[in-house]
C-alpha cells in the first residue's frame, strides 16, 4: 500500500454537500445562469477561519436528483452551474491554502445514464449491456441495483471499458485541479477494481489521496487489497455516540484498541457526522455532552472531517424513506456566514470547534497518535494520546460529581468553563479537559 500524501498529516475536512448546500435539492429546477456552485465560494473563508484545510465536496456531476444517480461524469451538474463555476472554486479554494476533495461515485449510475438507457433497450446479457452488472431474479437475467434502488444501476466492473472509465473521470478532474476523491459506496465494488485503477491514477497524480466509504467489514483488508490511502471510520464513529448515550465508555474503549491496531497501517478518516447521518448535536442525548463528542474527534488519531453545519450545532435526524436525507443537508446562506443569524446556529459550539482544531494544528503529530486508557469507567474515561515523543492526557466525565484524574498538574491545555475555573486537576460533572503531558 502507498504511504499517504505528506500534507494529509496535517489535513482537516471541512464536508459540504453541494445539492443542497446551495438550494438544489432533488427536484430543483436547472436555471441557466444562476451558477449556484458559486454559492460555496461565500462559504470558503469560514472554513479557513473555523481551522480546516480542505473542502470535501459531495457530488457535483451532473445526475437526476441527489447526485447519487450519474448520468454524466464529465459534467457539471447543471443545477450547480458549469466548468467555470469549477474551476472558481478550486482557484479560490487553493488561492486560501484548502484542498479540494471530490466525490466519486463509480459503483453505479443513474438509470437516465446514456450507457445505462441503451443497455436497457439491449436487454441484460446483450453486446451493448457489458458496463452494466446483471442478477439472476425470479423472471430471469436482470440488471443489477444499488441496494434495491431501481434508479440505481450497477456498474460491472469486471467489464474493461468501465475501469477505462473511471480512470479517465479521476484523471480528468485532478487535471482540472481536485486533490483528492471519496470513493462512494467502495464497500459494494470488489477491492481488485480498486487495486488496478488506483495505480493508473496515481502514475498521473501520485500527491492526490483517496478514501473509500466502507461502513462494515475488515477495515485493514479491504485497505490492503483495494489499495486506498484510507477508508471512513464508522465503528468509531458509532462508538462515540453510543457511548456517550448510554454513559459506557468500555465501548468506546474497545473501539479504540481496534482504532490503534488500524493506525499501525494506515490513517482512518474520522468523523462525527457526515451527510448521510443524524447530526451529532441531534444524536447525543444530552446537549452537555456534545463537547465530549467534538474532544474525541480532536484528539484521536485519523484524519478529521467537520460536516458542514455540525460547528454550529445544527440539528437533523436522518430517516429511511425518500427525501429522508432532506433535513440533514440543508441550503445555506448564499451571501455566506454574514448571510444567516448567528452565523448559523449557536456561537458557543461554533467556538468551541475553533479552540478544539487549533489545538489539533498546533499539535499535528495526533494525526498518528494512538491512545491508551489511563482510568476507566462507565461515567469518566481518561486516556493518552501519544505520537512522535509527544502525549496529551484527556479525561471526560459524563457524571454529576467532579473527579480528579491522576497525574494532573496545573491547569490543562483545554477545558470546559466550569472544569477550567477549579484549577485543582479536577474535571467538573459532565465536563472535559486535556493536559499537555510533555514529551
Known amino acids: 500500500m502507498p504511504a499517504e500524501p505528506a500534507w494529509v498529516h496535517h489535513a482537516i475536512w471541512w464536508q459540504v454537500y453541494p445539492l443542497g448546500f446551495v438550494g438544489a435539492h432533488p427536484g430543483t429546477a436547472a436555471t441557466p445562469g444562476e451558477h449556484r456552485l458559486r454559492r460555496i465560494v461565500a462559504w470558503l473563508d469560514h472554513a479557513v477561519e473555523l481551522g480546516a484545510s480542505g473542502i470535501a465536496l459531495g457530488p457535483i456531476f451532473a ?10 461524469h464529465f459534467r457539471i451538474d447543471p443545477r450547480l452551474g458549469d466548468d467555470a463555476d469549477f474551476d472558481l472554486l478550486v482557484a479560490e479554494a487553493h488561492g486560501r491554502g484548502l484542498r479540494v476533495q471530490l466525490d466519486g461515485v463509480f459503483n453505479h449510475v443513474g438509470r437516465e445514464h446514456p450507457r445505462a438507457q441503451a443497455a436497457i433497450a439491449a436487454g441484460p446479457g446483450s453486446p451493448g449491456a457489458s458496463w452494466l452488472a446483471t442478477e439472476h431474479g425470479p423472471e430471469g437475467l436482470r440488471f443489477a441495483t ?11 466492473q469486471a467489464d474493461p471499458g468501465v475501469e477505462d472509465l473511471v480512470v479517465r473521470v479521476m484523471v480528468h478532474w485532478l487535471d482540472r485541479g481536485a486533490d483528492a476523491w471519496r470513493l462512494d459506496a467502495a464497500y459494494a465494488v470488489p477491492p481488485e477494481f480498486w487495486a488496478r485503477v488506483l495505480p493508473r491514477v496515481r502514475a498521473r497524480h501520485p500527491d492526490a489521496w483517496y478514501v473509500a466509504e466502507v461502513i462494515h467489514g475488515d477495515y485493514q483488508a479491504f485497505v490492503e487489497h483495494a489499495g486506498v490511502d484510507s477508508v471512513t471510520q464508522y465503528e468509531l464513529w458509532k462508538a462515540i455516540w453510543s457511548s456517550i448515550n448510554d454513559r459506557n465508555f468500555f465501548e468506546l474503549d474497545w473501539a479504540l484498541s481496534r482504532h490503534g491496531r488500524m493506525l499501525e497501517s ?3 478518516a474520522t468523523f462525527v457526522g457526515n451527510h448521510d447521518v443524524t447530526r451529532i448535536a441531534t444524536r447525543i442525548t444530552d446537549p452537555r455532552h456534545l463537547a ?11 484524519t478529521p472531517t467537520i460536516y458542514a453545519g455540525d460547528e454550529y450545532g445544527m440539528h437533523g435526524v436522518k430517516e429511511d424513506r425518500s427525501g429522508g436525507d432532506d433535513a440533514i443537508r440543508t441550503e445555506f446562506a ?5 448571510g444567516a443569524p448567528d452565523g448559523g446556529g449557536d456561537a458557543a459550539i461554533y467556538r468551541l470547534h475553533q479552540r478544539l482544531i487549533g489545538l489539533r494544528r498546533r499539535h499535528a503529530w495526533l494525526h498518528l497518535a494512538t491512545t491508551a486508557p489511563v482510568e476507566l469507567r462507565n461515567e469518566q474515561y481518561v486516556y493518552e494520546a501519544v505520537g512522535d515523543g509527544h502525549r496529551l492526557l484527556v479525561a471526560l466525565n459524563l457524571g454529576d460529581h467532579p473527579f480528579a484524574p491522576a497525574g494532573t498538574d496545573g491547569q490543562p491545555l483545554a477545558a470546559d468553563d466550569d472544569t477550567s475555573s477549579y484549577g485543582n486537576g479536577s474535571v467538573a460533572p459532565h465536563g472535559w479537559a486535556i493536559w499537555n503531558g510533555g514529551a
Open 63 to 72: 445526475s437526476s436528483s441527489h447526485g447519487y444517480d450519474t448520468v454524466d
Open 292 to 302: 465530549h463528542a467534538l474532544v474525541l474527534l480532536a484528539t484521536l488519531g485519523g
Open 266 to 268: 494506515f490513517v482512518p
Open 146 to 156: 444499488f441496494e434495491g434502488h431501481d434508479a440505481l444501476l450497477a456498474l460491472n
Open 334 to 338: 448564499a451571501t455566506g456566514p454574514a
